[in-house]
């Protein structure tokens, strides 16, 4: 699986962009990029999903170069409540495979008003 | 709820006693994973079933931990002698493998059940 390295932490005042890095230097060619969202006291949460290129939804944007060896979760205008630790994770989609996805440390972010 | 429900959300025990922590899966949803996790660290993989079956055991941490899932529904992680180093979060999560061609694999985790051993 391939292993990634992300921030351990971050800071950001309210109202602002959040940018967070992933690097994921040795990606498979059938891996695709997670990002989950957890809470104190809860369980992660599915953020966004993407192979390549630029994924937006309600709640983010993913931002995926052509050698897909990084990546970039932006989470716009963040307010008190995206305080949450946010894992990026690398692996195939289960419907090509058994492989369990690892989390990683995750990055705390934390927001300020 | 329809989400992933986990029981008991909280569990203190004596070392060296036997523990059992459930989880009761999304509806139709095949896949079942158990994690772990400690304080500031992320979850850590234990167990993965694809129906009634361990298909990934491989973190499982020593024959102490043992999960079933006998009717591909509701699984149970059992701990045999437990240990002041078992204290965590024990987080499920089930997933709907295969199918249509925009499933993203999600995990849907529980709340998790918190055990202290004494």
């Known amino acids: 699986l391939a292993k990634t390295t992300q921030p351990v932490s971050m800071d950001s005042y309210e109202g602002q962009e959040v940018n967070i890095t992933c690097s994921h230097n040795?990606?498979?060619?059938?891996?695709?990029i997670t990002w989950y969202q957890q809470f104190p006291s809860q369980g992660p949460r599915f953020i966004i999903q993407g192979y390549k290129t630029k994924v937006t939804n309600e709640v983010a944007s993913l931002f995926i170069p052509a050698d897909r060896k990084s990546s970039t979760l932006s989470l716009p205008r963040v307010s008190l409540s995206d305080t949450a630790v946010y894992y990026c994770l690398v692996g195939p989609i289960w419907n090509s495979g058994n492989t369990p996805l690892v989390f990683g440390k995750g990055t705390r972010l934390s927001v300020i008003a | 709820g329809a989400g992933v429900s986990q029981t008991p959300s909280n569990k203190v025990t004596e070392k060296g006693k036997y523990v059992e922590l459930r989880c009761d899966p999304i509806?139709?949803?095949?896949?079942l994973y158990w994690y772990r996790q400690s304080l500031g660290q992320g979850p850590e993989f234990l167990i993965y079933?694809?129906?009634?079956?361990?298909?990934?055991d491989s973190g499982l941490p020593n024959d102490r931990f043992f999960a079933v899932r006998p009717e591909g529904s509701v699984s149970t992680l059992k701990i045999q002698r437990t240990e002041r180093g078992d204290s965590a979060v024990y987080l499920c999560?089930?997933?709907?493998?295969?199918?249509?061609?925009?499933?993203?694999?999600?995990?849907?985790f529980g709340e998790g059940s918190r055990l202290t051993v004494l």
């Open positions: 040795n990606i498979a060619t059938n891996d695709y």
């Open positions: 079933f694809q129906g009634t079956g361990a298909a990934d």
């Open positions: 999560a089930s997933s709907l493998v295969g199918g249509a061609s925009r499933n993203t694999g999600e995990l849907f």
């Open positions: 509806s139709g949803h095949t896949a």
